[in-house]
């Protein structure tokens, strides 16, 4: 069975710091590339982070020299580092995995359709 578990996820303070865990099982995660979702209520699925079987990272502007990506410290595990949280990062968190022929566009990481794995989510909420 497929799975991608999201953990990590609680209540912080704004300025606080989370770190988030996706855990893969059931396919090859290595041959996958992971990305970092969220969504809040009545808005569509936000793509903010991605890090490729190759080891290119992507970010989006909003996340950008806050949040950090990474992998590779244990087996199947995607990490994100979220530092100087504000309210507006409050979301579901969500990581997708991403088969090799994903589209080669230059923004494909950010479009949900090129997932084929999706975890549960996790909440983060900050509050000011």
């Known amino acids: 069975e497929v799975q991608l578990v999201e953990s990590g996820g609680g209540s912080v303070q704004a300025g606080g710091s989370l770190r988030l865990s996706c855990v893969g099982s059931g396919f090859d995660f290595d041959d996958y590339d992971i990305a970092w979702f969220r969504q809040v209520p009545g808005k569509e699925r936000e793509g903010i982070s991605c890090?490729?079987?190759?080891?290119?990272?992507h970010y989006t502007d909003s996340v950008k020299g806050r949040f950090t990506v990474s992998s590779g410290v244990a087996k199947d595990t995607v990490y994100l580092q979220m530092n100087s949280l504000t309210p507006e990062d409050t979301a579901v968190y969500y990581c997708?995995?991403?088969?090799?022929?994903?589209?080669?566009?230059?923004?494909?990481?950010?479009?949900?359709?090129?997932?084929?794995?999706w975890g549960q989510g996790t909440q983060v909420t900050v509050s000011s």
């Open positions: 890090i490729t079987r190759g080891g290119t990272i």
């Open positions: 997708a995995a991403a088969p090799p022929w994903h589209s080669s566009r230059r923004w494909w990481w950010t479009t949900t359709h090129e997932y084929d794995y």
